[in-house]
């Protein structure tokens, strides 16, 4: 299961492989704000609480992006972190501002 929490909506959902977390936000209309798609802006980044481990890992845009410590403590860019297995998941949308 993977549970999204947008500003105002939560949802939890079956995820599917290979889709990222934007993905899923948008495709169940949770609230996640994004502009670039490409790794750049940050608009879409969030703290996975649970379930890393079925999230491929950091792309080199999410490393170029996000200081090392963000990485350590959680922080995904929501366009570039994939599901890549089944499990329980969970994720805040937690853009900088
Ligand atoms: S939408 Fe810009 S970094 Fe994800």
């Known amino acids: 299961m993977l549970e999204l929490?947008?500003?105002k909506v939560h949802k939890?959902?079956?995820p599917e492989l290979g889709l990222t977390l934007l993905d899923h936000a948008l495709k169940n209309e949770v609230?996640?704000?994004f502009?670039?798609?490409?790794?750049?802006?940050?608009?879409?980044?969030c703290?996975?609480?649970?379930g890393m481990e079925h999230l491929a890992p950091p792309t080199e845009e999410e490393e170029?992006?996000?200081?090392?410590?963000?990485?350590?403590?959680g922080f995904r860019l929501g366009c570039?972190?994939?599901?890549?297995?089944?499990g329980a998941i969970v994720v805040l949308h937690k853009p900088y501002f």
């Open 5 to 7: 929490k947008g500003r």
């Open 31 to 33: 609230d996640w704000g």
């Open 47 to 50: 703290l996975v609480s649970e």
């Open 80 to 86: 570039q972190a994939a599901v890549r297995q089944a």
């Open 35 to 45: 502009s670039c798609v490409r790794g750049t802006c940050a608009r879409c980044r």
């Open 64 to 73: 170029d992006r996000l200081e090392p410590e963000e990485l350590e403590r």
């Open 12 to 14: 939890s959902i079956e």
